[in-house]
T-cell receptor
Framework: LAKTTQPISMDSYEGQEVNITCSHNNIATNDYITWYQQFPSQGPRFIIQGYKTKVTNEVASLFIPADRKSSTLSLPRVSLSDTAVYYCLVGASTGRRALTFGSGTRLQVQP | GAVVSQHPSWVICKSGTSVKIECRSLDFQATTMFWYRQFPKQSLMLMATSNEGSKATYEQGVEKDKFLINHASLTLSTLTVTSAHPEDSSFYIC??????????????FGPGTRLLVL
């Protein structure tokens, strides 16, 4: 499975836009990119998933360049409740294989 | 999104006893579920893949005789920690893949089970 690299931590303030970039140089042709959010003592929560270009939902946007070797999770106007660990994962969309978790990015939102 | 539940949410047991953790997909059928373990301040580590109606596939270094996995139905997988020891204390998380009409499948996670072995 493709290995991912993310910043260990990021700091932001309430109301700001936060962009977290993930590198996945060895992504395979059939791999999708998925982002999860995890709060302490909770299971990861699905945020967004994409294959190429841009995907947007009610909570975030995912930008994927043409070469797909990286992706950026964009959180608009963060609040204190967005303080969490964010994981970027890549894996095949089919085949029912587990996802390999990297270290994730610990986002701290300040008032 | 799809809902995955776990029971219990936390458990405390004495060393040497066995503990069973249930993972259920509430609104979909999951032929495949996964079990992860997470120690404090660390990322999730895959323990095993649970397939309905067949034996689980364990990751390297995970003792299959200690962590018994049963996936008897399309909505239930159980993890039994046998003869638990304090070093088994951890946060256990299951996940399940939703079947999709399109190409992509999405993995949804349960809320986790905190195990403390005294």
């Amino acid at each position: 499975l493709a290995k991912t690299t993310q910043p260990i931590s990021m700091d932001s303030y309430e109301g700001q836009e936060v962009n977290i970039t993930c590198s996945h140089n060895n992504i395979a042709t059939n791999d999708y990119i998925t982002w999860y959010q995890q709060f302490p003592s909770q299971g990861p929560r699905f945020i967004i998933q994409g294959y190429k270009t841009k995907v947007t939902n009610e909570v975030a946007s995912l930008f994927i360049p043409a070469d797909r070797k990286s992706s950026t999770l964009s959180l608009p106007r963060v609040s204190l409740s967005d303080t969490a660990v964010y994981y970027c994962l890549v894996g095949a969309s089919t085949g029912r294989r587990a996802l390999t978790f990297g270290s994730g990015t610990r986002l701290q939102v300040q008032p | 999104g799809a809902v995955v539940s776990q029971h219990p949410s936390w458990v405390i047991c004495k060393s040497g006893t066995s503990v069973k953790i249930e993972c259920r997909s509430l609104d979909f059928q999951a032929t495949t579920m996964f079990w992860y373990r997470q120690f404090p301040k660390q990322s999730l580590m895959l323990m095993a893949t649970s397939n309905e109606g067949s034996k689980a596939t364990y990751e390297q270094g995970v003792e299959k005789d200690k962590f018994l996995i049963n996936h008897a139905s399309l909505t239930l997988s159980t993890l039994t920690v046998t003869s638990a020891h304090p070093e088994d204390s951890s946060f256990y998380i299951c996940s399940a893949i939703t079947p999709q009409a399109g190409a992509e499948e999405t993995q949804y996670f349960g809320p986790g089970t905190r195990l403390l072995v005294l």
